[in-house]
């Protein structure tokens, strides 16, 4: 497998970047960010105890409910956590991010007719309505002009445009695997062993409705100024089956996604991703990658010397590990795989503000040990 360090320097990095109770995403980099840096995110739950914020239907389909509760999410977040930007609260309020997070990380099983279920104070699910061997067979890619869900999402693409001038922000499409579970199931990890070209169509359908998804949303965003040129893929669920397996039915379409909008980043969670470094590493223009602190950094930082890396740092590490632990962890971090993202997503209710603002204090004495 060619390795990754061999893409032109020209290629642009992505960040990771999480929005007031939205899931993680990623955005372009400036090129001026830190050797290390960190990115912190709340779930809804946090947001919800502490300024009683519903993020029941109405937050994901009435975007002027969402603003509103947006800049309430803001000013805790700079109450609680002055000078520090999570969350985006060092950028001005207007033009204002009212797009990220929209539907959580279910936009792609919503368009597909997979009930959405709505909760007061966490990201929405699906329902378990799977397709069957019948359905699946017969499944075609939805016409997006015709999409209930899609025309209903797009209305609010376009409210965003008339409030704010212009369009900021970034859908969470996930990944092929991801969305393809989400409407099959555990019966899909036997599709790829027992009938991989069921599966194949099934990722093939799923693929093209992303593609398709966020060229229309893109094609929107830059009639009112904001050009996006990258897709950003969540493999969480990649680690369920073997490298051969993505390598065979998985890997094609991660490539398809990356030839198809320039660059691509890739997303894994906080697992060891060693397993699938050497096929991602022939996914063409990645602009990000990130792992868990069990995956060979030294390695992966080698292999894509050129993306911006990241690194998921457990919320419940961050909560329960002391904090010379949490130090260590940090200086190998450093050592290893730095410059770098050290993203510490989902932090939920009870964990201490001190503890945030004293990761934070940490990943500063790194970087200006570095400096020096």
Known sequence: MAENSVMSTEICQLISYIAPAAPATRRPATGEEAFLRPEIGFTPNWYHSAIGIDFGRQWHTDPVYRRRTILEMRSELRRRFPDTGIGGIDRPDRPMDILTG????????????IPVVYTVNNWPNCEHKYLSDNELDNLEPPDLDSNQFFLEFMAQVD???????????FMNWQGVLNNAYRLRGEKLFYDIIDCPQRCCHLFDCVCTTMIEGARRLYERQLES???????????????????????????????????????????????????????????????????????????????FNNARRALVYKPMDLTNKSLETIQIDLEKIAHEYAPCDVVVGDIDAGTPDERVLAFLELCGQINNKMEN
């Open 159 to 169: 409210w965003i445009a008339v409030s704010e001038g212009r369009i900021e922000g």
């Open 102 to 113: 929209t539907y959580g990380c279910v936009s792609v099983a919503a368009i597909y007719g």
């Open 225 to 303: 100024g904001v050009k996006i040129d990258f897709l950003t893929i969540s493999n969480c669920l990649v680690n369920m089956i073997s490298p051969e397996q993505y390598r065979e039915t998985l890997l094609p379409f991660d490539c398809r996604i990356a030839e198809t909008f320039g660059r691509i980043g890739i997303h894994n969670c906080a697992w060891n991703a060693d397993p699938y470094i050497d096929d991602y590493a022939s996914v063409p223009n990645v602009g990000y990658i990130d792992m868990g602190i069990d995956s060979d950094l030294a390695k992966a930082k080698k292999t």
